[in-house]
């Protein structure tokens, strides 16, 4: 007999000689210490299962007798119901991860109650939690489950945006060009380009070279070589035609309050698709853009095209006065830069000068992006 059997065995015995116990003419205020104890005995328990349910899954002991999951292995084998056995991997696996919560949890420094709530927010964010884990177990510590469950639901959320901050950054850093010409001189293209540009690019080069019409002689060009033509012919310098871009931005997404509803708070650039909420920030603060703003997916908050643009003596005036982008370190000149509004039309900042500044198109983002994350931390102050 193995030993892990024989702590089992021996913890069976200590029950059945509790369970045979005569409790009657008991006080009342022993009855309540005996409840005490006993759960206190049960939390003991629970995380020696925890435990040994980590290292069992961890050696995957559970596919010895050809069962396909651990999940499956426990709901046939033991008397816990699926759900509950899909609860208990979940908290024995974060266990069996992380080292520092499982010498909490064998300390009793923290309650499974605490690994079930972690084990359930961490989900995707396992390297995040590795990161917060000492901080984390503190919040454990100091408070009941229930309240953790709420300091795991802001740590979450504050995971997600910082997730989402990397997002944007790659969004509009990620951008390359590669032409590879070969021995011919042919050249091949290859390339990324973030969700704007490339909305802005094909909207430019389809409106250079719409479809042809069919003349009965030579066949209508694809849409790649119409494009391939529109491209040359711009960087052969003829001027790109005005474009308009029509985004869709949930109003709750751009002032920080973003919707637990993925649906809802959906920012889009018309026929192009989704685009994160900094994207759309950006997008809605240049007054030049059309926009819709919207509430959820239905409530039409406002339908403006072109009602905040800078005048032409403003914008001189802001060229003069920034020079470019106001980014310290940011060499960008004043005609590549947005007019960024300081505070956002969306919360009443008006179009003038002392609430715009020039930012280019990387910086710009960047500002609402830790606009979003600045509002996103009042919230959950
Ligand atoms: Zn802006
Ligand atoms: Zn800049």
Redesign the pocket.
């Known amino acids: 007999m193995s030993s892990a059997q024989g702590s089992a065995r021996q913890v069976r015995e200590a029950v059945d000689a509790a369970m045979v116990v005569d409790r009657a003419g008991w006080s009342g205020a022993a009855r309540s210490a005996e409840v005490v104890e006993l759960l206190a005995a049960r939390e003991r328990l629970d995380a020696l299962v925890h435990a040994a349910v980590g290292e069992w899954d961890r050696d995957a002991a559970w596919a010895l007798d050809g069962s396909v999951s651990p999940v499956a292995w426990l709901a046939h084998r033991t008397p816990v119901t699926r759900q509950d056995a899909a609860t208990l991997v979940r908290s024995a696996r974060h266990v069996a991860r992380h080292e520092v919560t499982a010498k909490a949890l064998g300390a009793g420094d923290i309650s499974v109650a605490h690994v079930q709530v972690a084990a359930r927010a961490v989900k995707h964010r396992e390297d995040l939690y590795e990161q917060h884990e000492d901080v984390l177990l503190d919040a454990a510590r100091a408070l009941d489950p229930s309240a953790f469950r709420a300091a795991m639901a802001h740590w979450r959320r504050c995971a997600d945006a910082v997730d989402d901050h990397d997002r944007a950054v790659k969004e509009i850093t990620g951008s390359y060009l590669d032409i590879v010409s070969t021995f011919e001189g042919v050249g091949h293209l290859d390339g990324r380009l973030d969700a704007v540009s490339t909305a802005t690019l094909v909207r430019v080069l389809d409106r250079m070279e719409p479809p042809d019409g069919f003349d009965g002689i030579a066949a209508p060009r694809t849409r790649a070589q119409r494009r391939a033509d529109a491209l040359v012919r711009l960087a052969s310098g003829e001027r790109p035609p005005p474009i308009n871009l029509d985004i869709t931005v949930d109003i709750d997404t751009l002032a920080g309050r973003p919707s637990p509803d993925l649906e809802h708070g959906c920012c889009e650039i018309a026929g192009s698709g989704p685009v994160s909420p900094a994207v759309a920030a950006m997008l809605a603060c240049d007054a030049a853009i059309g926009r819709v703003m919207m509430r959820g997916r239905s409530e039409v908050l406002d339908v403006g095209r072109q009602t905040r643009m800078l005048n032409r003596a403003q914008r001189r005036a802001l060229g003069i006065r920034d020079g470019g982008?106001v980014?310290p370190g940011?060499t960008?000149p004043a005609e590549w830069c947005d007019a960024h509004h300081i505070v956002h039309w969306t919360a009443h900042g008006p179009t003038n000068l002392a609430n715009l500044e020039l930012?280019?198109r990387?910086?710009h983002i960047l500002q609402h992006q830790r606009d979003l994350q600045a509002a996103l931390a009042r919230r959950q102050e």
Do not use: L, S
Request: hydrophobic letters at 10%; a positive charge; glycine letters at 0%.
């Open positions: 982008c980014e940011c960008a930012r280019c990387r910086h």
